[in-house]
């Protein structure tokens, strides 16, 4: 990738992400009042609690915004998940004072055959992969300066044994596809709780996720607003502070939660962590050549590039997830919310 110019104002520093966090609480709090109460005309909100930080400051803003009283949360376990979310979840709910309900979604999944169509295109590649085996999904290759991400399978048998495997196309899709519908079951448990009730529902992205097409399309990604998805991860921890949000949940390390095997967001998806990628995407975002990022987060000019690669390279990947319905010819849309 080309080096591209840079201005003295948009050389990186330590302090780009920096916030006024007083000034941001109040300004979306404000929005969520007014999004909510006068342009959706909805009681209050609904959203899915899994005890991390996104999740958690977004529970925490909507209370402010709405009162701990116009806020549900949801708290949807299922057979991979870590304990420790539900416990959590628990947590910031009863810190904040917030009505919580738990809903077991794994009947639902096991119904709908998401395990077993996994399990079927893990065992493609690891033909002994059993039942009561742990599993994940791990990406290589955005840092590296390869050309291509690639994706492999680590599988952990009952006596503690890990194996691997290099996933082909057709096996990585279909293992996605199936947990995609844990996302999908959440949201429509998440709608079921907003109908009944006339509230809408809180979709949870930070800007890093949100523009990196890190959500599922029709699952996390619905929602009626997303009170964070302009702030990039380092900004939301800083606002958890300022919220008070339990500093247990605050030390926690970002996870998907999706795997039976503990992974982390860069081993699925992200090339570097969160606060790395937060300010390659902040330089990206500004033109900022890749040595001056490098210099900033520790990494080589060269990695940098890769990662810029990377985001632009997901940019174009997931436009798909952003994108409306595709109509023949433009449709008047009478009931538009303005």
Same mark, same amino acid.
């Given at each position: 990738?080309?080096?591209?110019?840079?201005?003295?104002?948009?050389?990186?520093?330590?302090?780009?992400?920096?916030?006024?966090?007083? @000034?941001?609480?109040?300004?979306?709090?404000?929005?969520?009042?007014?999004?909510?109460?006068?342009?959706?005309?909805?009681?209050?909100?609904?959203?899915?609690?899994?005890?991390?930080?996104?999740?958690? !400051?977004?529970?925490?803003? =909507?209370?402010?915004?709405? *009162?701990?009283?116009?806020?549900?949360?949801?708290?949807?376990?299922?057979?991979?998940?870590?304990?420790?979310?539900?416990?959590? *979840?628990?947590?910031?709910?009863?810190? #904040?004072?917030?009505?919580?309900?738990?809903e077991d979604i794994a009947p639902m999944l096991? *119904?709908? +055959?998401?395990? %077993?169509?996994?399990?079927? #295109?893990?065992?493609?590649?690891?033909?002994?992969?059993?039942?009561?085996?742990?599993?994940?999904? !791990?990406?290589?290759?955005?840092?590296?300066?390869?050309?291509?991400?690639? #994706?492999?399978?680590?599988?952990?048998?009952?006596? +503690? !044994?890990?194996?691997?495997?290099?996933?082909?196309?057709?096996?990585?899709?279909?293992?996605?596809?199936?947990?995609?519908?844990?996302?999908?079951?959440?949201?429509?448990?998440?709608?079921?709780?907003?109908?009944?009730?006339?509230?809408?529902?809180?979709?949870?992205?930070?800007?890093?996720?949100?523009?990196?097409?890190? #959500?599922?399309?029709?699952?996390?990604?619905?929602?009626?607003?997303?009170?964070?998805?302009?702030?990039?991860?380092?900004?939301?921890?800083?606002?958890?502070?300022?919220?008070?949000?339990?500093?247990?949940?605050?030390?926690?390390?970002?996870?998907?939660?999706?795997?039976?095997? @503990?992974?982390?967001?860069?081993?699925?998806?992200?090339?570097?962590?969160?606060?790395?990628?937060?300010? =390659?995407?902040?330089?990206?975002?500004?033109?900022?050549?890749?040595?001056?990022?490098?210099?900033?987060?520790?990494?080589?000019?060269?990695?940098?590039?890769?990662?810029?690669?990377?985001?632009?390279?997901?940019?174009?990947?997931?436009?798909?997830?952003?994108?409306?319905?595709?109509? !023949?010819?433009?449709?008047?849309?009478? %009931?538009?919310v303005e």
């Open positions: 990738m080309a080096s591209v110019s840079i201005s003295e104002s948009a050389k990186i520093s330590a302090d780009v992400l920096s916030l006024d966090t007083a @000034a941001a609480i109040e300004r979306i709090s404000d929005t969520i009042r007014e999004q909510v109460c006068r342009k959706l005309r909805r009681r209050g909100v609904v959203l899915g609690v899994s005890g991390g930080i996104d999740s958690s !400051v977004c529970l925490a803003l =909507c209370a402010k915004a709405l *009162g701990a009283d116009g806020v549900l949360a949801l708290l949807m376990p299922e057979t991979d998940s870590d304990p420790e979310s539900l416990r959590l *979840g628990k947590l910031v709910a009863d810190h #904040f004072g917030v009505k919580y309900v738990v096991r *119904g709908a +055959g998401c395990y %077993h169509r996994r399990d079927g #295109f893990i065992r493609r590649v690891i033909p002994a992969f059993g039942d009561d085996w742990k599993c994940k999904i !791990v990406l290589q290759g955005a840092t590296t300066g390869s050309a291509y991400n690639i #994706f492999k399978v680590v599988v952990q048998s009952p006596d +503690g !044994v890990l194996q691997e495997a290099r996933l082909p196309l057709d096996a990585y899709l279909g293992i996605v596809a199936a947990t995609n519908m844990k996302q999908r079951t959440r949201k429509q448990v998440e709608y079921y709780h907003a109908d009944r009730l006339n509230y809408a529902v809180v979709g949870t992205p930070n800007r890093l996720e949100y523009d990196q097409g890190f #959500f599922v399309k029709n699952g996390d990604g619905a929602a009626d607003i997303k009170p964070i998805a302009h702030l990039y991860k380092t900004q939301v921890y800083a606002l958890a502070a300022a919220l008070d949000v339990p500093e247990e949940i605050r030390r926690r390390p970002p996870t998907t939660d999706t795997y039976s095997l @503990a992974q982390s967001q860069e081993e699925f998806y992200f090339a570097l962590p969160y606060d790395k990628m937060d300010l =390659c995407l902040w330089g990206l975002n500004h033109q900022v050549d890749p040595a001056e990022v490098a210099g900033a987060i520790g990494c080589s000019g060269s990695q940098v590039e890769a990662v810029y690669r990377d985001i632009e390279s997901k940019r174009r990947a997931t436009a798909y997830q952003q994108a409306r319905p595709l109509l !023949v010819e433009a449709v008047t849309e009478i %009931h538009v």
